[in-house]
Structures are given as C-alpha cells and as structure tokens.
C-alpha cells in the first residue's frame, strides 16, 4: 500500500447456502484493488478485481473450487478498451 491509498476489509455470513464470505479492498486516488472468497460446504469461490484510472475495469479473475472440480475466469480489458477472456 502507498500514501493516498486506504484498505478495508469485511467478513460476512450468507445463509443460502450457508457461507463465509470475506473481501479486502485498496483504495486508490483513482483506482482498485480487491479480492474475496466465498467458502461454503461444497465449494470455495475466490477472485480477484483490479482497476486502473477512472476506476475502470482492467481485470476480474474468478476460480470456483470443489470436491473433484475446479473452474477458472479471466477478463481483461486492454487500454482501447477490447476485452479478452480465458477459461484455463
């Protein structure tokens, strides 16, 4: 973290399906990091969301994981503003 910039975090409970959930953010003058995670008794989600100036989307990374699965999602979104996505 660098000066201008504030951190806060949040823990919560959802109840359907029952669940921990937690995120953290940095706050920039004009820009966003935050990240989180959902844990529930059959799966943990957790991402990741980056912004640059103007707070303009630059990426959202999202991995849902389970008993014998996983998934991923990567978006990005390029200065000209063309988004990109990848499932690895």
């Keep these: ?7 806060r975090t949040l823990a919560w409970n959802g109840p359907d399906p029952v669940r921990v959930e937690a ?3 940095v706050l920039g003058a004009e820009s ?9 008794a059959d799966y943990t989600v957790d991402w990741v969301l ?5 707070w303009v989307t630059r ?6 994981r389970g008993d ?9 979104r ?5 988004w990109s996505a990848a499932a690895p």
């Design 1 to 7: 973290m660098t000066i201008g910039q504030h951190a």
């Design 23 to 25: 995120a953290s953010a």
């Design 32 to 40: 966003l990091t935050a990240r989180g995670a959902s844990v529930t």
């Design 50 to 54: 980056q912004t640059g100036p103007g």
């Design 59 to 64: 990426g959202l990374s999202v991995r849902a």
């Design 68 to 76: 014998g699965w996983a998934r991923s999602l990567e978006l990005g």
């Design 78 to 82: 390029a200065e000209g503003g063309t």
